[in-house]
């Protein structure tokens, strides 16, 4: 196995992990959604979160089957590729965002010295995606509405870094 270098076994094993760890958030998700779902259904009395199943967990199940089954609307006026990009930059981000997350100290996809700065970088491209599906629906109130919800995690997000350069400054974390 000549071809089997150091260096693709470095590669192969960062693929491995950020494919565990994508999968560990994406699964976390989904059990978070679970407990939302069932919480609320607590509180209102509803039959589906709580009653499908085994303590409600088909719900998750139907959940998934009525997303699949979900049509992808576009509208008539919209610029289609920006409108069908933006969801998948907010979900890369997102999930770019988890790679400097360690798990254990040795399983880290990318470990940074910028750690925190790239999360704040990687939750506020996630902007970007609000404003391109706001613009591209080419309506003035989507457009205003995209604007106001940025600004709105934008301003979020400056008390969010003084909060984490807080901490990390206290547990020498930086």
Known sequence: M?????????????????????LVVVTCGAFMSFGERRLLGLFQNRYGPNRVG?????????????MFFKEDWIPRFSDRVIFTLAPMIAFTSLLLAFAIVPVSPTWVVADLNIGILFFLMMAGLAVYAVLFAGWSSNNKY????????SAQTLSYEVFLGLSLMGVGGAGRFI
């Open 2 to 22: 000549s071809w089997l270098t150091p260096d693709l076994i470095d590669i192969l094993l960062s693929i491995l992990k950020a494919v565990v760890i994508l």
């Open 54 to 66: 085994w303590g409600g967990s088909l719900q998750l199940v139907a959940d998934m089957i009525k």
């Open 142 to 149: 989507s457009l205003l509405g995209a604007m106001r919800a």
